[in-house]
């Protein structure tokens, strides 16, 4: 359990200071108890009004900045660690219960339970359970779930922004990226990150027997299920993998998410 003040806000302090300075001393009245100033919170009561309001969500710029926009999703991307195989994933959504991270069907081929485990930007390491996989699309998802003694460290992990509006405006020639983590395992591995261009937002390429974004750049090994987003750090969709000759293909993001509709209802 933490000791945070929880009385006054900034804004509330000053104005607090302000009445103080300029007034005559209070009177007290004789065996008279004030309350503490002092609120009792849980990590968890931390945690939860964070992600309430908003804050563990990756921002987006207002205008097209590829390495700006990279910053801000930095925190959301994962590695996924298996027997002898390595992936990455997105932190898709964040609950009060668990996160759920998004990533291809093909990395999840090499998953095993008691084995295979999930770490986060920051180096927190977690174990975590299938939720479901796509019988259609190259996706799959994983749930980590929150335990009493992971709330500091769930803090600092950021979930992604996902707009349709702004996928929907994208159109070729426009600037994306693509981030996956490192193939190398350590906790000083960085998220590997490529910048190019969309050539097709939708194109069906034989090798996923699917609908995918087709693009201009370059990724390597491990960034298989990372994000693809725009100029201004909205997820488009999940990286699936790249050509030798500067292509690459990645689930469209109304893919990704008809396919989490339909594992969650499973």
Not at 49 to 60: H, I, N, Y
Not at 111 to 124: L, T
Not at 194 to 204: L, T
């Amino acid at each position: 359990m933490v000791m945070r003040h929880g009385g006054l806000t900034g804004i509330g302090m000053v104005v607090a200071v302000a009445l103080i300075s300029g007034a005559r001393a209070p009177v007290r009245a004789v065996g008279m108890e004030f309350p503490h100033l002092i609120q009792t919170v849980t990590e968890r009561d931390l945690f939860e009004g964070m992600l309430a309001l908003g804050f563990l969500e990756c921002t987006v710029l207002r205008t097209d900045d590829c390495d700006k926009a990279y910053g801000n999703v930095q925190d959301g991307i994962v590695q996924i660690i298996m027997d002898g195989a390595y992936g990455s994933g997105v932190v898709w959504e964040m609950t009060p219960e668990q996160v759920v991270i998004a990533t291809n069907k093909h990395v999840l081929a090499y998953w095993e339970d008691r084995e295979s485990y999930v770490r986060f930007a920051k180096g927190y390491e977690a174990k975590a359970t299938i939720v479901g996989i796509s019988p259609q699309y190259d996706v799959g998802f994983l749930a980590v779930e929150n335990q009493e003694s992971d709330y500091l460290e769930l803090e600092r992990i950021r979930y992604v922004h996902k707009d349709l509006e702004a996928y929907q405006e994208l159109k070729t020639g426009d600037m994306i990226f693509c981030v996956g983590a490192d193939a190398a395992v350590s906790a000083e591995s960085e998220a590997n990150y490529y910048q190019g261009s969309i050539g097709d937002m939708w194109r069906y390429i034989e090798e996923f027997e699917g609908y995918m974004i087709y693009g201009y750049g370059y990724a390597r090994e491990g960034m298989s299920g990372g994000g693809t987003f725009d100029a201004r750090g909205n997820l488009i969709g999940i990286f699936s993998g790249a050509t030798e000759g500067g292509e690459t293909a990645s689930v469209p993001l109304p893919l990704v998410m008809e396919a989490y509709e339909q594992v969650r209802l499973r």
